[in-house]
Nanobody, 123 residues
Framework: VQVAESGGGLVQAGGSLKLSCVGRGFIFRNYPMSWFRQTAEKERELVASIGKFGDKTLYLDSVKGRFTISRDNTKNTVSLQMNSLKPEDTGVYFC?????????????????WGQGTRVTVSS
């Protein structure tokens, strides 16, 4: 199982970035996919998730209305469009396959967390 994230960078507050992730080594369309982030202040947290068919989206409360997750099962990709970025969005963003249970998404035990892609939002 491999995922490769890209699209991070340095942006001013109020700006936008689009993160992308390609999955390899597993049947991409069989899994919900999610973006997590690791910040200096918090442990890794779930930012956004999307069901296998592009339904059942879920967002962290603080990013609702600003971030949009989408997927393309023909290309094995999942994206995160991030608008109106804030300094508190700064962190390393990870893409992971997940499973859905009781209205929430969880990473699969044993899956490897890669290096992610770093997002820095300056004030």
């Amino acid at each position: 199982v491999q995922v490769a994230e890209s699209g991070g960078g340095l942006v001013q507050a109020g700006g936008s970035l689009k993160l992308s992730c390609v999955g390899r080594g597993f049947i991409f369309r069989n899994y919900p996919m999610s973006w997590f982030r690791q910040t200096a202040e918090k442990e890794r947290e779930l930012v956004a998730s999307i069901g296998k068919f592009g339904d059942k989206t879920l967002y962290l409360d603080s990013v609702k209305g600003r971030f949009t997750i989408s997927r393309d099962n023909t290309k094995n990709t999942v994206s995160l469009q991030m608008n109106s970025l804030k300094p508190e969005d700064t962190g390393v963003y990870f893409c992971m396959r997940t499973y859905y249970y009781e209205d929430y998404y969880y990473s699969l035990p044993g899956d490897y967390w890669g290096q992610g892609t770093r997002v820095t939002v300056s004030s």
